[in-house]
C-alpha cells in the first residue's frame, strides 16, 4: 500500500514537474551537449541525476523513442548508423536533437532548467550510431555507461523488456559492418527461444559496436560497478572530462532514488545494486552468457565476477583484432 501511495503521488508531481520542464528556452549551442548513452538499464538514469545534480543542464529525455517522438517514427527500435554516413537529411535531423530542438512531454519530462545553455540528452537507443555521431558531430561530449550484461538482462526480463533482435538482424549495414561472424549464432539464439540468452545477445551487440567504432579519448566510460563501489575517484574522473568542476549536491544525488526503480529495487529491498542479480541467474545462464561474450569478443569486459574486469581505457576493441571464427560461435551457442 505504501508503494502505491508513493507511486500516485509521483504520478502526480511528475505530471505538474513536466509541464514545468517543457517551458523553456534553449539556446542551442552545439557545442555544450552532453550524449549520456548506454544499453537500457545500465545506469543512465542514474548517472544522469549525478551529472545534472545542480540542474544546469536542460536535460532530454530520450529523444530516439520511436514511440514516443514522431520525428524518429520510422526508426527501428534501435537504428545503426554507419560511421561514414553522408544522407544530409539524416545528419540534420541527429544534429537537430543533439541541440536540443525537440520538445514535448516526453524529451522534457525531467527538466528542471528554464534558461539552457547546456544540455544532457540521455539515451538508450543510441549506442549504435555513437561512431556516426562521434565522426559528424565532434563537438559533442560522450558518456558511455557499461553495466554487467547479466545485471542489465536480469532487469530487462522484469519489465517485461522484448529483446529486437529481429530489427537488428534486419539492418543489412549492421549486418555486414558488425555481425557477420556472428549472425549464425545469433539466429539460433533467436530459434532457441530463451529471453535471457537474447537480451544477453543484444547487449553484446548495442556494446560491441561503439566499443569497435570508438576509442579512448573519444568518449567517458562510466563503469556502473565502479561508481556504485568507489564512487569518488570515478565522479572526479567524470567532471574532468566534463570540464567542470563536481557540483557541491553530487553526494546527495548518487543516494537519490533513480527516477526509474521499480518496487524490487535494491534502493529499496536493501539488495546489493553491483551483485543483486545473481540471486535470479542460474549457474547455467551465467556459464552461457559468458560464452556468448566470449563469441562477440567482449570477455576482456565483465566475466563471472561482479566488478569489471578491465580499466575504462581498456574497453575498446581494436580494429585488427582477429574475428572469433564459425567454430568459435557454434560453440557458443
Known sequence: MRYRLQQTGRAILTHAATLRGMAHLDLHDPANTVL???SGRSGTTWLGQIINADH???????PLFPERVRRVAEFPTTRYIPVNDTDASLAALIGGLLEGRVRSRWTDRYNRRFLARRR?????????????????????KLCFALRHPCAVA???????????LHELLGQPALVSDHLVHQRELIERVLQDGDLFDQHITMWCIENVVPLRELKAGDVCVLQYERFCNAF??????????LGRPAPRRIGEAAKRVSAHYRRDSAVLTGASPISGWRQHVSAG???????????FGLNHLYGAENLPLCEPAKVFIEHDRPARSGKANREAA
Open 36 to 38: 549520456l548513452a548506454g
Open 56 to 62: 544546469q543542464y536542460r536535460e532530454v529525455f530520450e
Open 120 to 140: 544532457l540528452t540521455k539515451v538508450i537507443r543510441a549506442n549504435l550510431m555513437l561512431g556516426y555521431i562521434r565522426r559528424r558531430f565532434p563537438h559533442v
Open 154 to 164: 536480469t532487469s530487462r526480463l522484469k519489465l517485461g523488456w522484448a529483446p529486437h
Open 232 to 241: 569518488d575517484p570515478q565522479a572526479e574522473g567524470l567532471f574532468n572530462w
Open 285 to 295: 545462464q551465467l556459464d552461457r552468457a559468458l560464452k556468448l561474450l566470449d563469441a
